[in-house]
């Protein structure tokens, strides 16, 4: 809108004692350069990015970036919000792009029964796809889950879950990161931990094993508090990393090894 003042990017945190990476961000929708991204990201602890699409132009794009920067690696699939009538060449276009080696994720992918955007035939089409192509690529399989906790898990459980899994901006309650941590799915933590009314997440994430959890931005959305309703870019994960060793009653330095450990073994070797 005409005059009005872009929203200013919070000043940065203090350094993370322990390097780690943000798991979950949309690097092309922050309104920033991307070599501006990294440079304040390394400056908050933050060694690497995963970008992540959500439809075809947009991983291509996460591809295109992945492979101009070093410390950024991809993540393709088609947004369960954007499955409606999704065809068959589109799922091979999304497989195809995963054999880049600079992705390391199939997502995000899953299902969304909070927005009405795609029948949920489409959406459940879909995910049983990308299931398939991540089981197929050896990719993490990333998943967008809003709403949807019984139907995601059935479906994982029916196609069989690829080896690395990993909810995005995880939403469960405590009973859930349970299950999920049976299964040994990654359970991948953002800015919305912090958050006042977000105490279900922070007894899910207290229920969460060291070894599955991560920390992502979902930049440029879920700003972590004390930013709330500012933009949302990487170098801030220190709020949330630093919340999260709160909540779970850890030192911040064993959470950020342990989150850089979880994800040489989820998308690495870098």
């Known amino acids: 809108m005409s005059g009005v003042a872009p929203r200013a990017f919070p000043s940065l945190p203090d350094r993370l ?15 920033t350069p991307v070599d501006e991204q990294l440079r304040s990201a390394k400056a908050a602890g933050i060694a690497r990015i995963v970008t992540i699409g959500t439809d075809l132009p947009s991983s291509r794009v996460a591809v295109e970036t992945a492979s101009e920067f070093d410390d950024v690696y991809a993540g393709v699939a ?35 029964y909070y927005r009405d955007w795609a029948p949920k035939s489409d959406q459940h089409r879909s995910f049983r796809a990308h299931v398939g192509i991540a089981k197929r690529t050896g990719k993490a399989l990333v998943i967008h ?108 330095a064993d959470l950020c090894t342990a989150i850089a450990e979880n994800g040489k073994r989820l998308f690495g070797p870098w």
Do not use: Q, W
């Not at 999920?180 to 207290?206: D, H």
């Not at 933009?231 to 220190?238: D, F, G, Q, R, T």
């Open 78 to 112: 088609i947004h369960p919000n954007d499955t409606t009538g999704i065809s068959d060449a589109v799922l091979d276009d999304v497989e195809a792009l995963a054999a880049h080696p600079k992705v390391v994720a199939i997502g995000e992918t899953g299902l969304d």
């Open 17 to 31: 004692p322990v390097d780690v990476f943000d798991s979950h961000c949309h690097l092309d929708i922050v309104e």
């Open 145 to 252: 889950d809003r709403e949807a906790h019984d139907d995601v898990l059935a479906i994982l459980l029916e196609e069989g879950a690829p080896e690395k899994v990993v909810f995005h901006c995880f939403s469960g309650d405590a009973a859930m990161a349970e299950v999920c941590a049976e299964r040994g799915y990654a359970m991948s933590f953002a800015g919305n931990v912090t958050f006042k009314n977000a105490e279900p997440l922070r007894e899910a994430l207290r229920a969460a094993p060291l070894d599955l959890v991560l920390v992502e931005t979902d930049a440029p959305f879920l700003t972590p508090v004390p930013h709330r309703g500012k933009p949302n870019a990487s170098y801030l994960i220190p709020y949330t990393v630093r919340a999260m060793a709160d909540i779970k009653g850890v030192d911040v």
